[in-house]
């Protein structure tokens, strides 16, 4: 009997380890004020199960505020005493022929992308595409604008996000690390542990 309480008890630890390993990436509330800016040479976020340096070419990762998120800016700047302003403005969003580039420290699932276009007006109701990864990506439109696509990225490889006929901001993104072997292993252990004892009851 201590044996099965103790292979639950690994069981239940391994779950709520996988549970930790996601982390949901809120760029439009990051950005908020005082925090909207540039970034240079990369905007590094660290969360509890991975590393993510997020970099925009010769260009500037920016978080922006209001109903933004994370966006490109070509030339950064000072606005009154606040440095690292996008100038003009109107320039922070990924536009014509810029991309965001997200390198994991971990292999990650990438969950779902959800984007916005609020600060033009929004996307266009016949759909827009935006480029993921080197792929022309599904139809947007005003009112459905993520993409859940579940997808694998390796560990210090780049995954891409790039215009293709529309400007936007990554407004949040879910992602999840991928579990590795001894999680998985001891999930397994738990679970065949809650098996035997739902039998026992029985």
Request: glycine residues 8%; aromatic residues 10%; negative net charge.
């Amino acid at each position: 009997m201590k044996t099965l309480k103790t292979l639950i008890l690994m069981g239940l630890i391994s779950i709520t380890s996988l549970a930790a390993n996601a982390a949901y990436i809120d760029f439009a509330a990051l950005g908020q004020n005082p925090n909207e800016r540039g970034y240079d040479p990369a905007l590094v976020l660290s969360y509890a199960s991975f590393d993510v340096t997020i970099t925009a070419g010769a260009n500037y990762a920016y978080l922006d505020s209001g109903t933004g998120g994370l966006g490109v800016c070509k030339n950064l700047g000072t606005i009154g005493t606040i440095t690292d302003q996008c100038k003009p403005s109107s320039d922070d969003s990924v536009q014509t022929g810029e991309m965001l580039t997200f390198v994991f420290n971990r292999d990650v699932y990438i969950n779902s992308i959800f984007f916005n276009n609020n600060h033009d007006g929004g996307f266009a109701a016949t759909g827009s595409t935006i480029d993921i990864n080197g792929n022309l990506i599904a139809t947007f439109t005003e009112t459905a604008k993520s993409y859940n696509n579940k997808t694998l990225v390796s560990a210090n490889t780049a995954f891409t996000i790039a215009y293709a006929d529309t400007t936007f901001y990554v407004q949040n993104m879910d992602v999840s690390r991928v579990p590795e072997a001894t999680s998985l292993m001891l999930l397994l252990v738990g679970f065949v542990g809650l098996v035997s004892l739902r039998k026992r009851n029985v």
